[in-house]
């Protein structure tokens, strides 16, 4: 199955009042890593299709502050005739931040449910 391993810095932006990222920022990094993962595989993000979300769920261990490096890994879990699911674990140094799971379904421009492209399912 597909995976891959990002990192990035922490944006003083990304942080809430406490000085601490806010969770919905946690989800974006896990589908920055999702869209780095699909362009790596020649796979167009937003181009004529689609990849909405239709579930998601995360579970929070500790926190990240401004300038922490994350590391976020995303790798394709299982997939389905139109919809894949992914699971990111989110570290900082080897300490784990958050972990979680997506599912996505494929649509063309007209929003209808498309099969899956081949280079996800090698």
Request: glycine residues 8%.
């Amino acid at each position: 199955m597909p995976s891959l391993t990002v990192t990035r810095k922490v944006a003083f932006s990304d942080t809430d009042a406490a000085g601490v990222v806010h969770f919905s920022k946690i989800l974006c990094y896990a589908e920055d890593a999702e869209h780095e993962l699909l362009e790596s595989l020649g796979l167009a993000v937003f181009q004529n299709c689609g990849w909405p979300r239709v579930h998601i769920d995360c579970d929070y261990r500790a926190p990240l502050v401004f300038g922490d490096i994350a590391s976020i890994d995303i790798e394709l879990a299982e997939t389905g005739r139109t919809s894949v699911s992914w699971k990111f674990s989110i570290k900082k140094g080897g300490q784990l931040i958050a972990t979680g799971t997506s599912k996505n379904v494929y649509l063309d421009a007209k929003g209808i449910p498309q099969p899956i492209p081949a280079a996800l399912l090698s």
